[in-house]
């Protein structure tokens, strides 16, 4: 850490010390003209812009004030020391007060020269400032009521000589307290989110070795729950040579991955625009790294977006849509083209590492400053709201309202979205574009699915798990598998939830075993929101693009219950009819439905007069820029009790923990939980909601699980990824630590199970 700004900051405290020093020897006027000096040096040190702070100005003001005092008072001063002294004090506490009135904080003036400008929205940094702050108001308020008893309770020297004590020791102490706060504070506070929470749990993870001998019933991994990251995570676990089972209690796999057939109509269950599908991103890199390119085929998809004012079709490539905003609201050009530029900027630093299945996250306090420097963009993004962000470059701009709307894809609110997690939507939406299978989400989930049994796993439906069986208590306790629905029993050392891990206490697992500082931490966290989804059938074409963003002019307030909610924000998909020879397509409108509003859906009867309702109002709005919506010939409807029948997911929550720059990230459990050999993967975990953070989550999983480092970091070849030539032990590209020892394993089981058939 550089110190010039700490440095700074004891120098522009030094005048406040000179002065009691100098008073005490009876030499106040020298001590106000040296003050004022000192405040006069701090000026052109400083850099250019940041000439005047707070305390500066107060700092000025007073000592003028003081030296024009000494002057005119002459040898008075001498009995008046205390006075002065209180008054500076004064002086100081109004500044204080006037600071917190206004969130400035006096040391960051000076403190944030030792930062770079990616920092300065850093909470860590900001909470620190706040504690140094807090002690120095403390401070000013200790030297003013000691000023105001030495000046009232006594007299003569005695006032003077405790009014000069009290004062230099109060600022003595501060200039003390001052260094160690600012460089532990945020050490301290770095060490307990960055090297703690990823690394939470302090039990060495299972490095599994392929090929060695099973029972019938043993697994090297049990996954509960089909969702798109237990089955990405199963997937590449069965790749590298790993039995495992997957337990779904539904009846298909994919959760809300899953694409129905209606006559030839496909009626999807969930995702509908999908971030990470382009090359580099992390769904791009899973069907790579399983070398499904030629089965998994993605289509990028043209997009509108309509406000009832306006309508723009987009998604033909970064320029021309900028070209098109930029006609369509003249006075943002110039911003919009740095937010492009800075949005082509993130994208590169979201990029930087070796392997889309890694980890973005810092896994070490080096890695953590690190980013500050390498990747600026994204350091500032991660600490403001996705309205913030665009505000710094839209100010006041309608344009701003309009893309602070597609949080709603990712279930979030522009005013307390993650601004990363907005950077990615929009880098996705305006350079990578946005993908989807050509043969559907459910496609997908079905392949990666017999990839598992393909490997010699086991994927059971309609099969859940009831239990996971423990062995031991506290520290010690391991899993030993699971007891299913059925009644059955697999014996399984790890065990990997894709589950609300809400739901899974107590009925999967005991409280005891995840602790209560665990249990404490997710009932602190929101859950999001769930969804409502009309599929409208057509026998005609709609002359709309395939994905149309669309944000009601006035929100529409339906009553749920004992509440309401608004429909400010509708997806439109659409998707032709796979008959060939059948015209038609069908059009799905998904709306975001509160947790609050959830329980309204729960009653037969009046869920069913609800979801009435609500189809009748998403008609209507879309009618408004579709007429031809009332041709429909016929209507399907799926409501948040659906989506909560169809997942694990408590309360049909579409995205896991709710999208809050609060809780994300760091502030949602990792993939270790606190029993040994647990993990959790799926939109709960880390990584956050939607098919990219579900898919990235059971790679993290199954990375650790071979034997490399889960976090990042600078990796060669993966084992996951190891090629037929390196596992007949042709010469390859040398591997480093965990990496090259798990192409061993690898390559000595399968070995032993060609032996084996041989």
């Known amino acids: 850490m550089r110190r010039k700004g700490l440095l700074r900051f004891l120098l522009a405290c030094t005048p406040w010390l000179v002065l009691p020093v100098l008073a005490y020897f009876d030499l106040v006027k020298w001590g106000a003209l040296a003050g004022l000096a000192l405040v006069l040096l701090m000026f052109p040190l400083m850099p250019a812009k940041r000439k005047w702070g707070i305390l500066q100005a107060f700092s000025l003001l007073f000592f003028l004030v003081a030296t024009a005092a000494s002057f005119v008072l002459g040898e008075d001063i001498a009995t008046r020391v205390p006075n002065l002294l209180a008054g500076g004090f004064a002086c100081l506490t109004i500044m204080a007060g006037y600071g917190a009135l206004e969130g400035i904080l006096f040391p960051s003036h000076y403190l944030y020269l030792d930062y770079p400008d990616s920092m300065r929205e850093s909470p860590i940094l900001r909470r620190a400032i706040w504690i140094l702050t807090l002690t120095w108001d403390g401070l000013f308020l200790a030297g003013l009521a000691a000023d105001i008893a030495a000046m009232l309770a006594l007299r003569g020297d005695t006032s003077v000589s405790v009014a000069c004590i009290a004062s230099g020791g109060i600022f003595a102490a501060g200039m003390a307290a001052t260094p160690v706060l600012s460089i532990t504070l945020p050490k301290r506070m770095e060490s307990e989110m960055v090297e703690k929470s990823p690394l939470a749990v302090r039990w060495e993870p299972a490095v599994l070795e392929p090929g060695r001998g099973l029972r019938g019933n043993e697994f090297d991994v049990a996954v509960v729950g089909a969702g798109i990251g237990g089955l990405a995570c199963a997937s590449l676990l069965s790749h590298a040579g790993m039995r495992v089972l997957v337990a779904e209690k539904a009846r298909l796999v994919g959760g809300y991955c899953q694409t129905y057939n209606w006559e030839g109509f496909p009626l999807n269950s969930g995702p509908t625009m999908l971030t990470g599908g382009a090359e580099g991103g992390v769904l791009h890199g899973l069907i790579a790294r399983l070398g499904l390119e030629g089965e998994i085929t993605m289509r990028r998809l043209e997009w509108g977006i309509a406000d009832g004012r306006i309508a723009l079709r987009l998604g033909a490539g970064s320029d021309e849509d900028l070209d098109k905003l930029g006609k369509k609201f003249p006075s943002c050009r110039e911003g919009l083209l740095r937010l492009f530029n800075d949005l082509r900027r993130f994208r590169g630093e979201f990029r930087d590492r070796r392997d889309p299945l890694t980890s973005p996250l810092p896994s070490s306090l080096e890695e953590y400053h690190e980013q500050f420097v390498r990747h600026p963009v994204s350091a500032l993004w991660q600490n403001l709201s996705f309205q913030d962000m665009l505000d710094e470059y839209l100010p006041g701009e309608p344009l701003a309202a309009l893309l602070g709307k597609t949080a709603a894809l990712l279930g979030g609110e522009p005013e307390r979205f993650p601004a990363y997690e907005g950077a990615r939507l929009l880098s996705s939406?305006?350079?990578?574009?946005?993908?989807?299978?050509?043969?559907?989400?459910?496609?997908?989930?079905?392949?990666?699915?017999?990839?598992?049994?393909?490997?010699?796993?086991?994927?059971?439906?309609?099969?859940?798990?009831?239990?996971?069986?423990?062995?031991?208590?506290?520290?010690?306790?391991?899993?030993?598998?699971?007891?299913?629905?059925?009644?059955?029993?697999?014996?399984?050392?790890?065990?990997?939830?894709?589950?609300?891990?809400?739901?899974?206490?107590?009925?999967?697992?005991?409280?005891?075993?995840?602790?209560?500082?665990?249990?404490?931490?997710?009932?602190?966290?929101?859950?999001?929101?769930?969804?409502?989804?009309?599929?409208?059938?057509?026998?005609?074409?709609?002359?709309?693009?395939?994905?149309?963003?669309?944000?009601?002019?006035?929100?529409?307030?339906?009553?749920?219950?004992?509440?309401?909610?608004?429909?400010?924000?509708?997806?439109?998909?659409?998707?032709?009819?796979?008959?060939?020879?059948?015209?038609?397509?069908?059009?799905?409108?998904?709306?975001?439905?509160?947790?609050?509003?959830?329980?309204?859906?729960?009653?037969?009867?009046?869920?069913?007069?609800?979801?009435?309702?609500?189809?009748?109002?998403?008609?209507?709005?879309?009618?408004?820029?579709?007429?031809?919506?009332?041709?429909?010939?016929?209507?399907?409807?799926?409501?948040?009790?659906?989506?909560?029948?169809?997942?694990?997911?408590?309360?049909?929550?579409?995205?896991?923990?709710?999208?809050?720059?609060?809780?994300?990230?760091?502030?949602?459990?990792?993939?270790?939980?606190?029993?040994?050999?647990?993990?959790?993967?799926?939109?709960?975990?880390?990584?956050?909601?939607?098919?990219?953070?579900?898919?990235?989550?059971?790679?993290?999983?199954?990375?650790?699980?071979?034997?490399?480092?889960?976090?990042?970091?600078?990796?060669?070849?993966?084992?996951?990824?190891?090629?037929?030539?390196?596992?007949?032990?042709?010469?390859?590209?040398?591997?480093?630590?965990?990496e090259e020892k798990g192409a061993r394993r690898l390559r000595r089981g399968r070995r032993k199970s060609r032996e084996g058939e041989g």
């Open 429 to 738: 939406l305006f350079i990578d574009g946005i993908h989807y299978p050509r043969r559907h989400f459910s496609y997908l989930s079905q392949r990666l699915a017999e990839l598992v049994r393909e490997a010699g796993g086991e994927v059971l439906t309609s099969c859940g798990a009831e239990e996971v069986m423990v062995k031991g208590e506290g520290s010690h306790a391991v899993p030993l598998g699971l007891r299913l629905s059925d009644g059955t029993q697999v014996r399984s050392g790890v065990v990997v939830l894709g589950t609300d891990p809400r739901r899974a206490v107590p009925g999967l697992i005991q409280p005891r075993h995840l602790g209560p500082e665990m249990l404490k931490e997710l009932q602190k966290l929101r859950v999001s929101d769930s969804a409502f989804v009309l599929h409208l059938i057509f026998q005609e074409d709609l002359r709309i693009p395939e994905r149309v963003l669309y944000f009601p002019t006035r929100a529409r307030r339906v009553r749920t219950g004992d509440t309401y909610m608004s429909i400010d924000s509708i997806i439109l998909t659409k998707e032709p009819c796979a008959i060939k020879e059948r015209p038609g397509y069908v059009l799905m409108a998904r709306v975001n439905v509160p947790s609050h509003s959830y329980h309204a859906f729960d009653e037969e009867k009046g869920g069913a007069e609800l979801a009435s309702e609500l189809s009748a109002a998403i008609k209507e709005e879309i009618s408004s820029i579709l007429p031809v919506v009332r041709k429909a010939v016929r209507e399907f409807v799926t409501t948040p009790t659906h989506f909560s029948r169809l997942t694990s997911n408590g309360q049909g929550c579409a995205f896991g923990f709710a999208p809050l720059v609060t809780q994300w990230y760091y502030r949602r459990p990792g993939p270790r939980l606190p029993l040994t050999n647990l993990y959790l993967v799926g939109a709960w975990s880390r990584f956050g909601g939607g098919v990219e953070g579900a898919v990235l989550s059971g790679a993290v999983a199954a990375r650790e699980l071979c034997g490399e480092n889960p976090y990042g970091g600078a990796l060669g070849a993966s084992p996951l990824g190891v090629s037929d030539s390196a596992a007949q032990g042709e010469a390859t590209e040398p591997a480093t630590g965990g």
